[in-house]
């Protein structure tokens, strides 16, 4: 039997996986403007949007000759959710503008994914460190914190605060800088493939895409279904520390219990 690879630490992405999308409030939205949709179809419709986003990613050399990838355009991501909820496509343009709107002011990625708070505990008590690299405007944290989120993290890492953005895997090194963990002993958990899996990847990372439907991941990828399903794939898949392995916070002086 081959021995499972040792695993030091789960680094999250924020938005998409341990909070997600406000289906509700953007259900309300569009029916207020005559569109009639529910949050359970629009959470089916999101994959779509995860492949149009995907699709707008483009690869551009640097000043070093190097090629890299820049990220999607959100614009596309929410084209493709729209459109795959079969909301009219006169109504698509301004629903995006409402969309955008909203995720400027009071934020759109700010619902609990359902599973996270259990996979975070869970993580925690298999002796894991844990941690968070998202791409986001500086409010990361905030919106974590309003989802009950940063109990167990050590730290979170915002493109917005440290001026690099992922699939960039220089926003990976830093939380791995930070944590004192090398990338293959690092798993990261994320739901984009053209940002997270790619970053991830790049890095040196281990990786898993939530694919909630089993349709979206390439062959190859790892992935489950949602967090729910993390600490026991977590489990089967690696050699963990065990029990008390993790140090608290507190006396790392790293952050929040």
């Not at 995006?96 to 599973?115: A, D, F, K, N, Y």
């Not at 989120?149 to 493109?159: A, K, N, Q, T, W």
């Not at 990786?207 to 790892?222: C, E, M, N, Q, R």
Request: hydrophobic share 50%; glycine share 10%.
């Amino acid at each position: 039997m081959t021995a499972r690879p040792a695993l030091d630490a789960v680094v999250f992405d924020a938005g998409g996986t341990l909070i997600r999308l406000d289906f509700e409030w953007m259900a309300e939205d569009l029916i207020a403007h005559r569109v009639a949709v529910t949050a359970e179809t629009l959470r089916r419709a999101e994959v779509s949007g995860r492949r149009a986003y995907d699709a707008s990613a483009r690869r551009a050399g640097g000043p070093d000759g190097a090629v890299t990838t820049v990220r999607g355009d959100v614009r596309e991501y929410f084209r493709g959710t729209l459109a795959a909820a079969a909301v009219p496509a006169e109504a698509v343009a301004p629903a995006i503008e409402r969309l955008l709107e909203r995720e400027r002011t009071r934020g759109l990625w700010c619902r609990p994914m359902e599973g996270a708070r259990g996979a975070l505990d869970a993580v925690r008590a298999a002796g894991l460190r844990a941690a968070v690299v998202s791409n986001s405007d500086g409010r990361a944290e905030h919106h974590l914190a309003q989802a009950d989120m940063m109990r167990g993290l050590e730290f979170v890492v915002d493109s917005h605060l440290v001026g690099i953005e992922k699939p960039d895997p220089g926003i990976f090194a830093v939380a791995l800088k930070r944590l004192g963990t090398a990338p293959a002993r690092t798993l990261f958990v994320g739901d984009i493939r053209s940002v997270d899996e790619r970053g991830a990847q790049a890095a040196g990372m281990r990786f898993v895409l939530l694919d909630p439907a089993g349709d979206y991941a390439a062959a190859g990828t790892a992935a489950i279904p949602g967090m729910e399903a993390l600490a026991a794939w977590v489990s089967a898949t690696f050699a963990v520390p065990g029990p008390g392995a993790v140090a608290s916070d507190a006396a790392r002086g790293t952050g929040p219990a």
